[in-house]
């Protein structure tokens, strides 16, 4: 059973055949006579009035969390990628001066940045944490 009632201002998505088979988000705009206004900001296409009746699924944003730690570990693992890659390149040959710390340390030197900046994104990159509605 749905712990909360939509209101106006909420961020919902819904799912609202025929005319909406697929998920669309947005924020409440209006709730009254029998109809949802849904504003899905203009890049999604603006707003949308739906009949409640036709509702199938309704779900509200109840958090929002950061992406930081997964941003830190894609960023980790691409620059450990490209530091690697680029260890091989620079101590491949006949020629080979380098041993385990030179290459860690250039991985280390390419690796650290790309997990800041990875941080950085992640952290300003939200996910959604979703509950089913009702309407009031």
């Not at 055949?17 to 029998?34: S, W």
């Not at 969390?65 to 997964?70: A, E, G, P, S, W």
């Not at 680029?86 to 101590?91: G, I, Q």
């Amino acid at each position: 059973m749905p712990d909360r009632a939509v209101e106006s201002g909420d961020r919902v998505r819904f799912v609202a055949p025929p005319k909406f088979p697929d998920r669309v988000t947005g924020e409440v705009m209006a709730l009254e006579q029998g109809l949802l206004q849904v504003d899905r900001k203009s890049s999604q296409g603006g707003p949308v009035v739906v009949p409640i009746a036709n509702v199938s699924s309704l779900e509200i944003s109840v958090d929002r969390n950061r992406q930081t730690v997964l941003g830190l570990g894609i960023g980790a693992g691409a620059g450990l990628a490209l530091g690697g890659l680029l260890a091989w390149a620079y101590c491949d040959g006949p020629d080979n001066l380098c041993d385990f710390q030179d290459v860690a340390l250039l991985t280390a030197t390419v690796a650290v940045p790309f997990s800041a900046i990875g941080a950085l994104l992640g952290h300003f990159t939200y996910k959604d944490v979703w509950q089913e509605a009702r309407v009031k």
